[in-house]
């Protein structure tokens, strides 16, 4: 039996997340959308989505703490993480690097031709 792997959007801005969300889902992902900072945190705390696509700027806790969080949990270890963010050099300068930058604004084909070469049932490796 095969399920549906997550995607967790981190974004506060609406209308992005909605073309997130359509690609995501076109590319076989169950998505998950929550705006906020905080509340990102404290659903990590328990969730292990298998792919995390992350603004920088959000209210509350910003992205960088949250890549942080997400990197020194043991239960995220394979959660692959992209940024996307309008701060270029923001993005360059984190610390705890993502698999991926995207510059926004993102495009609904970009975002789902990655997304499917992620699917996890498109990995060699395992």
């Known amino acids: 039996m095969t399920t549906t792997p997550i995607v967790l959007i981190v974004e ?41 696509l992350l603004d920088l700027h959000l209210p509350r806790v910003d992205g960088q703490q949250i890549l942080s969080f997400i990197h020194a949990q043991d239960h995220l270890k394979d959660t692959q993480v992209i940024v996307a963010s309008a701060d270029g050099a923001m993005a360059d300068q984190l610390p705890d690097k993502p698999l991926l930058v995207l510059n926004k604004p993102v495009s609904v084909f970009q975002l789902q031709h990655l997304a499917t070469r992620l699917h996890p049932t498109n990995h060699w490796s395992e």
């Open 12 to 52: 506060d801005d609406e209308v992005q997340a909605a073309v997130f969300t359509r690609a995501l889902k076109d590319a076989g992902y169950e998505v998950e959308h929550i705006a906020d900072g905080q509340d990102a945190l404290d659903h990590l705390a328990t969730a292990q989505p298998d792919l995390i």
